[in-house]
């Protein structure tokens, strides 16, 4: 059973120091409901996880299985299980999305698979997505609307089956029947497949279709509290200003009452007019 683990983690973005020790661990069979208020440093996690090069890890370490991440490139990192759903996939013209599903998968098999074993395994992750097989002779999320492009997000996760499964926002602008869709897909990866997963939402609806082994909740770049699916719950109630009061912690970069924004309402709505981000 492989087990993520984060220690005292620092990270950096454009010279700002974004994460301020972290400490987590997850691993497979388990689902964490990563939550905190936005430009606290949930998305900045993954990246740094991920090896995006924006993020610069100045302290801390990062250990898959007991191996240290952060001597891995990026395909390395997830050759060896670790998966990051975008919050924001890119649209990339002239890349076929079929040749690009088909190089991940051989990228990360001992044995290449050929153009029938291929076309068979994404014909039954289509239809678990409800995603047109169609759709994969065009280029890679080239015209896909916003519900589309997440399911391709969670598609390639069923192709590749990682270890550690990093959803960030992936129920963020889907409808009632999408959020089915997905949350059916990461309930049968979990059951099938025993994929960790650590995941952000802002919508309860997504965590109770999934239902949670543990809650995070970070603030201040650091982890606040955890435990089980009380905290979500009581976020989604309260909002954060009750860790204020219990925690005495004080809650930086607050553009609003925390209790004004709920993981019912999607933050990232209520902070775009002034342009903060996660």
Known sequence: M???????????????????????????????????????GKSTL???IMGNPRYKITKG????????????????????????????PSEIPGVNSADFLKAAINE???????????????????????????????????????GEKK???????LLLNPSIAMLDEIDSGLDVDAINIVSDCINKQFEEKHTGFLIISHYARLFELIKPTRSVVIVNGKVACEGGPEIYKRIDKEGYEWIKDE????????????????????????????????
Do not use: W
């Not at 191996?67 to 990051?84: A, Q």
């Open 2 to 40: 492989k087990k993520l683990v984060i220690k005292d983690l620092h990270v950096e973005v454009e010279g700002q120091e974004i994460l301020k020790g972290i400490n987590l661990e997850v691993s497979e069979g388990e689902k964490v409901a990563l939550l905190g208020p936005n430009g606290h």
């Open 46 to 48: 993954f990246n740094a």
């Open 61 to 88: 370490e990062i250990f898959l299985d007991g191996e240290n991440v952060l001597e891995m490139d990026v395909p390395t990192r997830s050759k060896k299980g670790l998966f990051l759903c975008f919050q924001n």
């Open 108 to 146: 990360h098999s001992e044995k290449r698979v050929s153009l029938y074993q291929f076309y068979k395994i994404l014909d039954q992750a289509t239809k678990e997505v409800k995603i047109p097989f169609e759709m994969f002779n065009r280029s890679l999320n080239d015209g896909f609307s916003g």
């Open 151 to 157: 399911r391709n997000e969670i598609l390639q996760m």
């Open 247 to 278: 925690y005495g912690i004080n809650i930086e970069k607050e553009e609003q009452p925390m209790n004004k924004v709920s993981i019912g309402v999607c933050a990232t709505k209520e902070y775009v007019k002034n342009g903060t981000s996660k």
